[in-house]
Each structure stands twice: as C-alpha cells, then as structure tokens.
C-alpha cells in the first residue's frame, strides 16, 4: 500500500467555525479566523480540516440549513475570504474538506419557496410533499430527529411536507433527478475551486420508503431518551435505493483526482459498511462514530473494534470518529486522564482518524445558562441534555481577554469554559507533558510509521481494562497497550520491546521485557524486538 491516498494516512480535523477564532468581533468565527489559525494545525501535524457549513443560512439550525448551497454566509466572510483561506490551506499542504448537506435545504431556499408557491409549481416534487391522511392529519407516524412529527401542515396548498429535522429544514426529494442533477452541480462549483472533499450530512437519511410505511414502535425505547427514538426509522432511513443515491454522489467526485467522500451515519457496522458501496463505490469513509456511543470499557472496545474489522468489506479503509458537534466531548465523557488513553486509541487504531477541534486541549462540556440556550434542539426538547452548544464553545486559544477568540469588547456567541484556569493551546503549548503535546507526539508518530498509518491490526488478548494490539507494516511490528481503567494494569510480553511512546511513566526508549505494568489510565506504544 506504498502508493496509499492522502485520506488514508491523514488526520482529519474538524473545525466548528462559528467557534474558533473571530476576526471581526462579532463574537462569532468566521473564515478568516479560521486562516489565521492554519499555524496550530500545521504545528499539530494536521493534514486535514472539515469545516461545518458556511453557506448562506438563516441559522436556523447554525448552517445545517443551507439556503443558497453556492455562496458563503455574511457571518463567515464571502467568496474571496472563502478563495483565500483555500489558497493558503493548500500553500500549507493541508487539505480542506466540506460539509454538503444535501437531504434538506432551508426553508428560505428558493427551490422551496417556488416548491411551495403550488401544487402545480415546476418544483413542487422537489421535496416530499403528500396530503392529509384519510382521517386528516399527519401522512404516517414519522417523527423530527427534533421533537415532534416529521410532518409540517401547509395551508396554503393543504398538504404537508416531511422535515427529518426542523420545520425550517424541509427533506429534499432525491427521487427526483433534477434535485441529484442540481445538487451535484453544487459539488461542482465547489470541486472545480479546488476543494478537497465533503463530508455528506445524515447520509443514510437520503431516500425514504417510496409507500410512506409508518415506522414501527421502538421496544427498547426507555424514558428520557431521544424524542424520535420512539420509533425505529425502518421506513424513513436506511433505505435500499440509498446507495444508488450515494454512487452518483460519487461518480461526481471521481471525475476529479484525489478527492474524498465522508459519509456521516449512525448506524451498527454490518448496515454503516454498506455506505462503501457496491465495488467500493460509495463513500470513501463512511464514519464510524462507535467510539462516541460505546461506554468506556475495554472488553467492549475490543469486541466492537473485532466486529468493525470483521463487517468492512475488502478493501473498504476504515475510519474512527472520537467527538464532533453533536455529541458530549470525549473529556467529559472520560475524564482527563482517560482523555490521554483515547488519544492514543484514536492515533493507533487502524484507519483514518477524525479528531474535533478543542478535543486535542481536552475542552469539557461547557455548562450553558437557560438565557444563552442556542441550539434548536435544546429549545425544543429542553432539559433532556440533548442540546449541543455545550460541545460547540468557542476555542480558548489564550489567556488573553476572551480566550484570544474574539475581540476583548466583543461577547462570544456560546460562553467560554468557566474561567482562565481551564485548558488554552498556548498554555498546552508550554508544558511537555500537556494532552496537546501528547497529540502532536502521536501524530508525528503515525506519520513515520507506517505501521501506524497503513499497517494491518491484529488483536492481542488481554485481560480487565487492558486493551492491546498490535499493527504490522512489513517486519516491523508494533504493540499497542491502553489501561482504560483506573487501577495499575499488566500486559505479559511474549516478545521483548522498546517504549516508542507513553502517555504516562515509562520512558521513551525503555527496553522491556517479560511483562508490561501500566499505572491507571497509561498507554503505551512498543516497537516489538523483530523475530
Ligand atoms: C447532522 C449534523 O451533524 C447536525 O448538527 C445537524 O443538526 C443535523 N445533521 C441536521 O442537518
Ligand atoms: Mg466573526
């Protein structure tokens, strides 16, 4: 695999714009604050950036409700902030990915407001609309990902159209060829400046049941849990005719060399590798976010790394995902220690991996006060935890006023974690031993052994919360010993090493043999004595 793509050994990073570095003093982060802080990711050893949506938005759902799927929303900047932050993206030799949203628009798109003027407007089938059930309301069952049903009442025309998420968020209808066409222009438009790769939204949420099934109940949904998980999707996601969908996503970024497609889906493996598509014709890398959803454990861990390695189809490059907007950030769900373990996981594990901004300073959930509640989520279903701004905080760069990430007048969007005696990069960059510096370590790591980055997997039995395995990349091999547990654990070594890399107490260049103690929440890498 000497000749393997720029997406297999790299890192991506996603970026949160609306939350790494203003430079307008609109508390808000834009483009080319963005630009400005391209040194911390080349310094990390970053060689991709995802950025979330920067297109023109009502904000409805902060950009995930695009309205004009060409352009660049006013908060981030406009077209030629966007040109330059590429330009030096790619003059620093990092790559610059995309997020495409194509399974709803904004409700202010003009596609539709004409697919809404009328039943008879040329659009109209551009999205999903359908008349009352014969008893009058709703279509079928189906509920918002947001609360709520699925289904939004029109007066005007008295038929309802389906929205996955928000109202303002209706679903595009990818039955319909003019909406595949129009949407792989705007792929187009953005491949043709030279952009790197999307990362598709909900992917798996493209085609639904062309009978409009009601979805079955859900009979391990407990109280307190999401709204939608009521029901299980069978009918409204997931759908065979997805991948059809999906291969012509494809076809598009395949008439342009070097690029990538990232699907994001939740779903177990055995469905998620299907988004590789027939003759690996689908996404690139399909996201694998079980690190996310797994308790930490690390029997469990082990087991789900075995069934992921088991479902990827050959060929099929598989990926790991630790935190992104959505979910809880891996230090809170952690801790600080643990937070140094999953750093090493994430780096050493088989398989691109997707790292989220502020994860790699070990940012925690910051708690949001009920008045500064931004997130539509949370608004609608509030007090179930649900809400993300508390993982979407602006980025603490410095001790400076504001965190460094606007200006000392301005006021942040989303408050900053709690007070100065939080993490910040450029404290993490002073101290040696800081979590920031332990990432930096891993990924120079990764890039010189291609162990690391290509190399097959291979598990080791272990007991406990010990979790070891080992990568191979022609004769050299490399052992890989996590303590994901808070007591000392131990590792018997068959073959003598020497320590690469610790995130804990032994030394780099260590030689061991016999056995491996590893202090509570240690991880080690050792390159095996060659046999
Ligand atoms: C998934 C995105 O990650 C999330 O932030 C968004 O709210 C929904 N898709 C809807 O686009
Ligand atoms: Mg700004």
Request: hydrophobic share 40%; glycine share 10%.
């Given at each position: 695999m000497?000749?393997?793509?720029?997406?297999?050994?790299?890192?991506?990073y996603?970026v949160?714009?609306r939350?790494?570095q203003?430079?307008d003093g609109?508390g808000i982060?834009d483009?080319?604050?963005?630009?400005r802080r391209?040194?911390?990711?080349v310094?990390?050893?970053?060689?991709?950036?995802?950025?979330?949506?920067v297109?023109?938005s009502?904000?409805k759902d902060?950009?995930y409700?695009?309205a004009?799927?060409?352009?660049?929303?006013?908060?981030?900047?406009d077209m030629?902030a966007?040109d330059?932050l590429l330009r030096e993206?790619?003059?620093r030799g990092?790559k610059?990915?995309?997020d495409l949203?194509?399974?709803h628009?904004?409700d202010q798109?003009?596609?539709?407001?004409?697919?809404?003027?009328?039943?008879?407007s040329p659009?109209r089938d551009?999205y999903?609309?359908?008349?009352?059930a014969?008893?009058?309301?709703?279509?079928?069952?189906?509920?918002?990902?947001?609360?709520?049903?699925?289904w939004q009442?029109d007066?005007?025309?008295?038929?309802?159209?389906y929205h996955a998420f928000?109202?303002?968020?209706?679903?595009?209808n990818w039955r319909?060829p003019a909406v595949r066409a129009?949407?792989h222009?705007?792929?187009r438009?953005w491949l043709?400046?030279?952009v790197?790769?999307?990362?598709?939204?909900?992917?798996?949420?493209?085609?639904?049941?062309?009978?409009?099934?009601?979805?079955?109940e859900n009979?391990?949904?407990g109280?307190?849990?999401?709204?939608?998980?009521?029901l299980?999707p069978e009918?409204s996601?997931?759908?065979?005719?997805?991948?059809?969908?999906v291969?012509g996503l494809r076809?598009?970024?395949?008439?342009?060399?070097?690029?990538v497609?990232i699907g994001e889906?939740?779903?177990?493996?055995?469905r998620l590798?299907?988004?590789?598509?027939?003759n690996?014709q689908?996404a690139?890398?399909?996201f694998n976010?079980?690190l996310?959803?797994?308790?930490?454990?690390?029997?469990?861990?082990a087991?789900?790394i075995?069934?992921?390695?088991?479902?990827?189809?050959?060929?099929?490059?598989p990926?790991?995902?630790?935190?992104?907007?959505?979910?809880?950030r891996?230090?809170?769900?952690?801790?600080?220690?643990q937070?140094?373990?999953?750093?090493?996981l994430?780096l050493t594990?088989?398989?691109?991996p997707?790292?989220?901004?502020?994860?790699e300073?070990g940012?925690?959930?910051?708690p949001?006060p009920?008045?500064?509640?931004?997130d539509?989520?949370?608004?609608?279903?509030p007090?179930l935890?649900l809400?993300?701004?508390p993982?979407?905080?602006p980025?603490?760069?410095?001790?400076?006023?504001?965190a460094g990430f606007?200006?000392p007048?301005?006021?942040?969007?989303?408050?900053?974690?709690?007070?100065g005696?939080?993490?910040?990069?450029?404290?993490?960059?002073?101290e040696p031993?800081?979590l920031?510096q332990?990432?930096?370590?891993l990924?120079?790591?990764?890039?010189?052994?291609?162990a690391l980055?290509?190399g097959?997997?291979?598990?080791?039995p272990?007991g406990?919360?010990?979790?070891a395995?080992e990568?191979h990349h022609?004769d050299r091999?490399l052992?890989?010993?996590l303590n994901?547990?808070g007591?000392?654990?131990?590792?018997?070594?068959?073959?003598p090493g020497r320590v690469?890399?610790s995130?804990g107490?032994?030394?780099?260049?260590a030689?061991?043999?016999g056995?491996l103690?590893l202090?509570?929440?240690?991880?080690?890498?050792?390159?095996?004595?060659?046999g």
């Open positions: 000497a000749e393997a793509e720029w997406w297999q050994r790299g890192l991506v996603q949160y714009p939350s790494f203003d430079s609109d982060g483009l080319d604050g963005i630009r391209l040194d911390h990711l310094w990390m050893g970053v060689d991709a950036l995802w950025i979330s949506p297109f023109p009502p904000m902060f950009g409700d695009i004009d799927y060409c352009g660049i929303d006013p908060i981030f900047g030629d966007f330059r993206v790619h003059a990092l610059l990915i995309l949203v194509p399974n628009s904004s798109h003009p596609w539709f407001r004409e697919s809404r003027a009328s039943r008879h659009r551009w999903i609309w359908r008349d009352p014969p008893e009058g309301g709703p279509p079928n069952n189906w509920l918002s990902e947001f609360g709520g049903s699925a009442f007066e005007a025309s008295g038929q309802y159209y928000l109202p303002e968020q209706p679903d595009l319909n129009a949407m222009d705007a792929m438009f043709d400046k030279g790197d790769g999307f990362r598709v939204d909900v992917m798996w949420h493209l085609i639904k049941d062309d009978q409009f099934r009601d979805n079955p009979p391990g949904a109280p307190g849990g999401a709204p939608a998980g009521r299980i009918f996601a997931d759908r065979p005719e997805v991948h059809e969908v291969a076809a598009v970024m395949d008439a342009y060399p070097a690029r497609l889906i939740w779903l177990p493996p055995e590798v299907r988004y590789y598509g027939a690996l689908g690139h890398l399909p976010f079980q996310i959803d797994a308790p930490w454990d690390a029997r469990l861990i087991g789900l075995d069934r992921y390695e088991a479902a990827l189809p050959p060929g099929g490059w990926n790991w995902v630790l935190g992104n907007h959505d979910r809880s891996i230090a809170s769900r952690v801790g600080p220690r937070a140094r373990v999953a750093a090493l994430l594990l088989r398989g691109t997707t790292l989220y901004y502020g994860d300073i940012m925690t959930d910051v949001i009920p008045e500064r509640v931004r539509p989520y949370e608004k609608n279903v007090g935890g809400g993300r701004d993982v979407r905080t980025m603490p760069w410095d001790g400076s006023a504001n606007c200006p007048g301005a006021t942040p969007w989303l408050p900053l974690g709690a007070d005696a939080g993490p910040t990069v450029a404290r993490q960059r002073e031993d800081s920031l332990l990432y930096r370590r990924i120079a790591l990764r890039r010189m052994e291609p980055s290509l097959s997997y291979v598990a080791v272990a406990g919360q010990v979790l395995y990568r022609g091999r052992l890989v010993v994901l547990g007591d000392a654990g131990v590792l018997p070594l068959a073959v690469l890399l995130s107490g032994h030394a780099v260049g030689a061991l043999s056995r103690d202090e509570p929440g240690e991880g080690v890498i050792l390159a095996l004595q060659p």
